[in-house]
């Protein structure tokens, strides 16, 4: 069965109904002044509640160097009003490239990715002064089984998964990366947390989502005879032996990770899955992670599920699919709601642990009110906009200025932008930025 009712709410009392006749209860407040609350992290201050969240846009140079659309979009983003920019996946090694054009951080590239930082924060004191200088958190990443660096799959992969195997074409004699690889990648992802250090970001991401390949690893109960798999504390030591590293080796940095909490692959080859109930969640093995985590020096979690090349439903909430992809088989509004309760659930757990949640970009011009709802419920300390930070990069300023979105300008959930991505081409909004986009799309 697949969903086909398009967004078509003319107030908040419909979109309300509509949850409620879906059986899903959703946050919501009308007063959003919660939004524009300030919140310390590890002593530094953001501004507001609201995050830029990281979305990869394979605009680079060949060298992995930020392009002249890289540095056109962040200069948006900075001059939009987020209190928090998190920036896009950057490849710690040429072999984790999820395409040619990926950002790629190294000693060659430092240079420009300092000035990356530079125009981002020049950019928000030109539109607010010192009123607001942005947190920038720069997303590492190893794309593993979706590595394709010179735009060829090149799967690097942790373990054999019969629902994604298939889907990237593998033997089922594909090598796997060896223990003594994954050591020697803890050590880039520690080399590029430093030289984010020196570019001059506040905090870096260890990428553990998406099934990308260290997310890949939380569910690789059948890697046996490794270090990294089999185990729980074998299948998540390496983002806790790579956190560890950054914490102790640049204490300046804050370290973050953008966490899958349920990557909808069953048990026992995905994360968070239940046994024996399908793909059913089941987040004691998330939970104990992120108690991990805590207590080796994160000071701030993004929570996200699905991975969005594989069932993009889960992570991403759409009225459209890319172009020959399926349909949703759900309602957006029920991935929505799953969303906001799964952060809800690891803000209540840990509430001195900031959390980021996803998935708001589909409420469109009610995003505000159910986010505002999260916030003064303690179910995030922050909300997260992907999509509609592309469509509408000055969402956050006109929200604060004006108390509402402007229609005109907000993400229709259209899948262009994850189209062009697919596709290898610099992503962007196809809708609002066609100027610049849609010329790409065609």
């Known amino acids: 069965m697949s969903f086909r009712e398009r967004f078509s709410f003319k107030d908040s009392a419909e979109l309300l109904a509509k949850a409620a006749a879906l059986g899903v209860v959703l946050p919501f407040s009308e007063n959003i002044e919660s939004l524009f609350q300030p919140l310390s992290i590890s002593g530094k201050k953001i501004?507001?509640?609201?995050?830029?969240?990281?979305?990869?846009?394979?605009?680079?140079?060949?060298?992995?160097?930020?392009?002249?659309?890289?540095?056109?979009?962040?200069?948006?983003?900075?001059?939009?009003?987020?209190?928090?920019?998190?920036?896009?996946?950057?490849?710690?090694?040429?072999?984790?490239?999820?395409?040619?054009?990926?950002?790629?951080?190294?000693?060659?590239?430092?240079?420009?990715?300092?000035?990356?930082?530079?125009?981002?924060?020049?950019?928000?004191?030109?539109?607010?002064g010192q009123r607001l200088t942005p947190l920038l958190i720069l997303q590492l990443t190893h794309s593993g089984r979706f590595s394709k660096p010179d735009g060829r799959?090149?799967?690097?992969?942790?373990?054999?998964?019969?629902?994604?195997?298939?889907?990237?074409?593998l033997p089922a004699d594909y090598p796997l990366i060896s223990d003594r690889e994954l050591d020697r990648l803890q050590d880039a992802f520690v080399e590029a947390a430093a030289?984010?250090?020196?570019?001059?970001?506040?905090?870096?991401?260890?990428?553990?989502?998406?099934?990308?390949?260290?997310?890949?690893?939380?569910?690789?109960?059948?890697?046996?005879?490794?270090?990294?798999?089999?185990?729980?504390?074998?299948?998540?030591?390496?983002?806790?032996?790579?956190i560890k590293k950054i914490a102790a080796q640049i204490p300046k940095s804050l370290v973050c990770a953008r966490m899958g909490a349920?990557?909808?692959?069953?048990?026992?080859?995905?994360?968070?899955?239940?046994?024996?109930q399908g793909d059913s969640m089941d987040l004691a093995e998330p939970m104990a992670l992120v108690r991990r985590l805590a207590e080796s020096g994160l000071c701030l979690l993004n929570?996200?599920?699905?991975?969005?090349?594989?069932?993009?439903?889960?992570?991403?909430?759409?009225?459209?699919?890319?172009?020959?992809?399926?349909?949703?088989?759900?309602?957006?509004?029920?991935?929505?709601?799953?969303?906001?309760?799964?952060?809800?659930?690891?803000?209540?757990?840990?509430?001195?642990l900031p959390v980021v949640g996803s998935g708001y970009s589909w409420l469109r011009q009610f995003f505000p009110q159910v986010a505002a709802g999260v916030i003064e419920k303690n179910q995030a300390g922050l909300v997260g906009l992907g999509r509609l930070s592309f469509a509408y990069p000055r969402f956050a300023e006109d929200l604060r200025a004006k108390g509402a979105l402007?229609?005109?300008?907000?993400?229709?959930?259209?899948?262009?932008?994850?189209?062009?991505?697919?596709?290898?081409?610099?992503?962007?909004?196809?809708?609002?930025?066609?100027?610049?986009?849609?010329?790409?799309?065609?």
């Not at 983003?77 to 190294?106: M, T, Y």
């Not at 992503?427 to 610049?436: I, L, P």
Request: net charge positive; hydrophobic share 35%; with cysteine.
């Open 47 to 128: 501004v507001n509640r609201i995050a830029v969240q990281p979305m990869e846009s394979a605009d680079a140079e060949s060298d992995g160097s930020p392009g002249e659309l890289t540095f056109r979009r962040y200069r948006r983003f900075a001059g939009g009003g987020c209190g928090l920019i998190w920036f896009e996946a950057v490849a710690v090694r040429e072999d984790g490239k999820s395409h040619p054009r990926q950002l790629f951080l190294n000693q060659k590239t430092l240079g420009a990715f300092s000035r990356l930082v530079e125009e981002a924060r020049s950019s928000a004191w030109k539109s607010f």
């Open 153 to 169: 799959p090149k799967p690097v992969i942790a373990h054999h998964n019969p629902y994604l195997d298939p889907f990237h074409g």
């Open 195 to 242: 030289l984010a250090g020196r570019a001059g970001f506040d905090g870096v991401d260890v990428k553990s989502c998406h099934g990308y390949l260290v997310s890949e690893l939380f569910g690789a109960r059948t890697r046996t005879g490794s270090r990294y798999g089999g185990p729980f504390q074998n299948r998540v030591r390496f983002l806790l032996e790579t």
């Open 262 to 276: 349920f990557d909808a692959i069953p048990y026992p080859y995905g994360f968070g899955a239940a046994q024996h």
């Open 303 to 352: 929570i996200t599920a699905g991975i969005p090349a594989f069932l993009p439903h889960f992570g991403r909430p759409s009225d459209t699919p890319v172009r020959g992809g399926a349909r949703s088989p759900e309602h957006p509004l029920l991935g929505v709601a799953r969303l906001v309760h799964v952060a809800g659930q690891f803000q209540s757990r840990f509430p001195a």
């Open 406 to 442: 402007d229609r005109k300008k907000i993400c229709l959930t259209c899948s262009g932008c994850s189209e062009l991505l697919r596709a290898g081409s610099p992503a962007g909004c196809v809708v609002r930025d066609k100027s610049v986009y849609r010329r790409l799309q065609r």
